[in-house]
């Protein structure tokens, strides 16, 4: 995410570069119609990381409280990455999808929005 400062000539040192965060990317996950979680989760992750580790290890991780989790089918979900439809291989790694560092995916589960409906 770019930001535009507001002073002219405004310099400082950028913090959030990829090699500040020891071999890792960050990667910003967020499950579409379900706002019990209001934002991206942002997730440390190294750029060979297979997708599949994402699927079956770390999205259970963040998303397993909520009560849709349980009916949830990945090989139907609909991702997108930076708003974009994006159809990922789960047998290649995060690098290998083009996740690269600070990169943002959505995915969505049809059939499944929220508790009763409410998108939350």
């Keep these: 995410m770019?930001?535009?400062?507001?002073k002219e000539g405004y310099t400082g040192e950028i913090r959030d570069r990829v090699e500040n965060f020891h071999g890792k990317q960050l990667l910003f996950v967020g499950w579409e119609d379900h706002l019990m979680f209001c934002a991206p989760h942002?997730?440390?992750v190294e750029a060979a990381t297979p997708f599949r580790a994402l699927i079956d290890d770390m999205l259970p991780a963040m998303y397993a409280s909520h009560p849709d989790w349980q009916k949830v089918d990945m090989l139907a979900a609909e991702w997108f990455k930076s708003g974009q439809p994006f159809t990922p291989d789960f047998d290649r790694s995060i690098g290998e999808n083009g996740l690269g560092h600070k990169?943002?995916?959505?995915?969505r589960t049809p059939g499944l929005t929220g508790i009763d409906g409410s998108s939350s």
Excluded: G, H, Q
């Design 2 to 6: 770019s930001v535009i400062a507001l």
């Design 42 to 44: 942002c997730i440390p």
């Design 103 to 107: 990169a943002v995916i959505r995915f």
